[in-house]
């Protein structure tokens, strides 16, 4: 049973539109129920890049689900917040 889906969406991703898209459709694909189950996207690897690019990212993420983490193996405080959802 699937209660909680994270989409997990690099930093390094030069579409991330694309990218959540692109999951959304093959989870449709495997069941179409699927999508419709509570969803956090993970935007991972945010030490890579400037907080401006981030909070760019962070926008078009919010147009499809506005539950988005931004986090980074490098920064404990986004960890912290990953490991309250999981417990």
Request: charged share 35%.
């Amino acid at each position: 049973k699937v209660d909680l889906i994270f989409h997990c969406i690099s930093v390094e991703s030069t579409d991330v539109t694309t990218e959540y898209n692109t999951v959304i459709n093959e989870l449709k694909i495997y069941n179409p129920r699927l999508p419709e189950k509570k969803s956090i996207i993970l935007l991972t690897k945010i030490d890579l890049i400037k907080k401006i690019e981030i909070e760019k990212k962070l926008k078009k993420l919010k147009k499809f689900n506005k539950n988005i983490l931004a986090v980074s193996i490098y920064d404990e405080g986004s960890l912290e917040k990953l490991k309250k959802i999981l417990v």
